[in-house]
């Protein structure tokens, strides 16, 4: 077993991860561990942009941007987080444009701005063009600017490491004359792929940046390989999770498939039809339509679906309609997405609607983390040394329903915060020393999905877990959806204990890999239900049909999931509230 | 700009396609390679049924997922931007998951090899090492002397326009490992590396074009390029790879970009 030593190691080469990177590389002895090569992250799948307040092609203040993603949250948005990663949009977005980013221009050569979802003028008056972006590849070209400089810094990769523990040790310290006992990090547990050894990477500080866990559901825009491995780990060592209740279905993924195409589109002009030919979104949201935020977007779908006014042979899916754009304009801003029609579907976007339905899109919580992207291990504990951004945390900027673009942003503000941050703290701070046999757990995990064999397959495991997942924790929900969700999950929790992995080998077992990975699904899986039952009213992306009020009383808190054994009426998960951050806002009904 | 469309339209009938998906079947031969077992390669075959929309990366999941869980592959986004999962299906360079099962000849055979010219690790994975080790050599990122503005550079639209092609390279490989002189030359460059280097050659913001130009004129560089096109051929992107290296080509001779 080798043992690594850096200042900093950063968990995850998407944008966060990569973001932090830049900082970090250039402070202090810096690694960066990816299950995947750098390019290969999902963040380059993101389209539409990145929203900011230039100002560039008409009135703008951050001040705006700061009210619509509180509002977009439905309220539920940590305020002071919503500020800093509004004003600090529009350095983002410059520093990206120094590093090399192509963004779209205007005539006179600026960066060109569009409409999205949920971003308005002046507190919701119209719409407004924020949203910075090149063509709808805006994920792509982020993801690649950042791996050139990276490339430029020289820092340095680990790719096809994955990481399976987070090394936590509680250390005593004394403050004011009291001793007690604080959580402390001192390094990761890392898979190397190509070998199937373990590795210690030992660190002073340690960057979750790991992303998603949209693997969960089975109609879904994400990627494979976003199985919740970051969220997993932390859980498994103690730290909370915030906000796991509320995830986003994205409203337009292409039908059956689940593959994203860009709110953009949208922005661009394209409108939502149902199988009469209405645009129904001027009923649900009068003022904006079908630039309303998201959760909005998608409940209204999947409602004209219900009452029976969806398209096609099973009326399961509604359209994205373009027809009436020109082509031109379609080609020059919307090229990737179109092209996903004709290749997926066959379908022809100059002239013929477009067959989408909500697909699962983004975890609004994660790790919870303070406006430096700290790590707590409670409502205000930090621990010192244990930074996260990105989808994997939750600082909270999305509240109960992220906009559109704010994701983009939030890689690269808080990817940014927590380079500097880990960089400069594991410039004052000493090792952590690693605890005595720190790999045994890890170990008898692998050995346990290697040496099994009671014959259940892990693909059959995660293909009942996503079928349950999509019927029963989707855009709507009930108390009866989610214990029944509860116990599917228990069951095949149960099952997983006897899983067979046919690859024996040491070398690129990817078959142990997914049986890891399913443990991680199952984990979050059963915190994301047991939260969302917890949450007895509809806010945001959760909407629960049996509380179909907004409880602000009651229910104006985050959530806080701590795993324990003995909570063993939510399936072993603890449900705690952290207080929401108030600073200009005041929560008003929200309507478009 | 665009008209604000109408709230209520007629719909053709059968609009968004319509009526049951189709399933047929196929047989897919897989090129196996386990060093830990034997040094020989052989082939593995599967005779599956598929549906309509299903591309090869299902198959190879099916296979994977149903039949034999040690069978190696790479993939992630499962919708090609990620680059992950290039391979020779049918004896061209592809994107597995961009490659719908229905617009092969199923009545043979599919064919899924790993791409050439880069070690073999372990069935369709291949040591990406040097192909990224060449893609650092050109420079891949943006070098701009003099003090940097306060707000964004300014570029218009037509200097934005002259590099967009080459931006939308995802690094998968399936140019530089379709090119013959690659396969014999591992030296080379390969297109992939040059095409990055034209995204910044070309890009008005940047001051080290000279520099990228003199890597390229080396004996590995672009004038090893034979002009196959294969590499256009097999870009997942669309993008014209070969006029890219033409375009290098050309500066390198004119010093004038």
């Not at chain 1, 590849?137 to 990276?150: A, D, E, F, S």
Request: charged share 25%; aromatic share 8%.
């Amino acid at each position: 077993m080798q043992v690594h030593k850096y200042d900093v190691v950063i968990v995850g080469a998407g944008g966060a991860g990569m973001r932090a990177a830049i900082e970090s590389g250039q402070r202090a002895h810096t690694a960066v561990l990816t299950k995947l090569y750098p390019t290969r992250s999902h963040t380059g799948a993101a389209q539409g942009g990145m929203c900011a307040a230039l100002a560039n092609v008409e009135e703008d203040n951050w001040e705006w941007h700061t009210f619509d993603t509180v509002k977009g949250g439905d309220y539920l948005v940590d305020q002071d987080a919503a500020e800093v990663m509004a004003k600090e949009a529009i350095e983002a977005v410059l520093d990206l444009e120094k590093m090399g980013l192509p963004f779209n221009r205007t005539p006179e050569g600026r960066i060109d701005q569009r409409r999205f979802g949920g971003h308005t003028r002046d507190h919701g008056k119209a719409p407004v063009r924020r949203s910075c972006y090149a063509a709808d590849r805006t994920g792509h070209m982020i993801l690649q600017t950042l791996y050139q400089n990276c490339v430029k810094h020289n820092v340095e990769f680990y790719n096809e490491y994955y990481v399976l523990d987070l090394l936590m040790v509680d250390q005593e310290v004394t403050v004011d004359g009291e001793t007690r006992l604080e959580k402390r990090v001192a390094g990761v547990v890392s898979y190397d792929l190509a070998s199937g050894e373990l590795h210690i990477f030992q660190a002073k500080s340690i960057v979750i940046a790991s992303g998603g866990v949209g693997k969960v559901y089975k109609t879904t825009s994400n990627a494979h390989t976003l199985t919740g491995d970051g969220m997993g780990i932390a859980f498994r060592r103690g730290i909370p999770l915030e906000d796991m209740e509320f995830f986003q279905f994205h409203p337009t993924g292409l039908a059956g498939l689940g593959i994203l195409l860009s709110e953009a589109a949208r922005g661009e002009g394209a409108i939502l039809r149902n199988s009469e030919g209405e645009r129904f979104m001027e009923r649900y949201a009068p003022t904006i339509k079908d630039l309303a935020p998201r959760d909005i977007v998608a409940r209204s779908m999947a409602n004209e679906v219900r009452e029976g006014r969806g398209a096609g042979p099973n009326k399961d899916y509604v359209l994205l309609d373009l027809t009436h754009l020109e082509p031109a304009h379609i080609d020059a801003k919307l090229p990737d997405i179109t092209e996903f029609a004709r290749t997926y579907l066959g379908v022809e976007p100059y002239t013929e609607p477009v067959p989408v339905f909500p697909t699962a899109h983004y975890a609004m919580g994660g790790i919870p983390t303070n406006i430096s992207a700290e790590v707590l291990a409670d409502n205000d504990t930090v621990v010192p040394g244990l930074y996260a951004a990105g989808e994997v945390a939750c600082v909270s900027v999305h509240g109960s329903n992220r906009l559109g673009t704010n994701s983009l942003l939030d890689i690269n503000v808080f990817g940014k915060r927590a380079g500097i941050a880990a960089a400069a703290y594991a410039l004052t701070a000493d090792f952590v020393e690693i605890p005595e046999n720190p790999t045994v757990e890890t170990e008898e995990l692998l050995n346990r999905a290697r040496s099994s064999e009671g014959g259940e397959r892990v693909a059959l495991i995660r293909k009942e877990l996503q079928d349950i997942m999509d019927a029963n924790v989707q855009v709507f929900r009930t108390e009866e959806t989610l214990l029944e969700a509860l116990s599917v999950i228990e069951s095949l929790e149960e099952r997983y204990t006897r899983i067979t992995v046919q690859d024996k080998g040491k070398r690129f077992n990817l078959d142990l890999l997914e049986a890891v990975e399913l443990g991680f699904l199952l984990d979050m899986a059963k915190v994301m239900t047991a939260a969302a039952l917890h949450r007895q009213e509809s806010r945001g992306g959760h909407f629960r049909e049996d509380f179909p009020e907004r409880d602000d009383e009651n229910f104006m808190t985050h959530s806080m999931a701590y795993r324990d054994p003995s909570a063993t009426r939510t399936s072993g998960v603890r449900l705690e509230t952290k207080p929401v951050i108030f600073t200009r806002y005041q929560p008003m009904e929200r309507k478009y | 700009m665009e008209k604000e469309p109408a709230s209520k339209v007629e719909l053709a009938p059968g609009v968004g396609g319509g009526g049951e998906i189709p399933t047929f079947d196929i047989t897919l031969k897989v090129r196996r390679y386990n060093p830990e077992i034997s040094d020989e390669a052989h082939w593995d075959e599967w005779k599956l049924t598929m549906y309509g929309t299903d591309r090869v990366l299902d198959a190879l999941h099916r296979v994977k997922w149903e039949h034999d869980g040690s069978v190696s592959f790479r993939r992630s986004c499962a919708h090609g931007v990620c680059g992950s999962d290039a391979m020779r299906i049918n004896g061209r360079n592809r994107l597995a998951c961009k490659t719908l099962l229905k617009d092969l000849d199923t009545s043979k055979p599919i064919l899924v090899e790993p791409i050439k010219g880069l070690p073999v690790e372990k069935d369709l994975i291949v040591d990406m090492e040097p192909f990224f080790q060449s893609y650092r050599e050109i420079m891949p990122f943006l070098v701009s002397k003099g003090h940097s503005p306060t707000k964004e550079r300014l570029q218009s639209s037509e200097e934005r326009e002259r590099y967009d092609d080459t931006t939308k390279c995802i690094l998968c490989a399936a140019c530089t490992s379709s090119c013959p002189v690659f396969w014999t030359d591992g030296q080379y460059f390969g297109p992939a590396a040059i095409v990055n280097a034209h995204r910044f050659i070309f890009d008005s913001r940047d001051d080290a074009g000279d520099m990228r130009l003199e890597i390229l004129n080396d004996k590995e560089g672009v004038w090893r390029c034979r002009t196959t096109f294969n590499c256009t051929e097999a870009c997942p992107r669309g993008i014209q790879v070969t006029k890219a290296i033409s375009e290098v080509k050309q500066a390198i001779l004119t010093r004038k970009v």
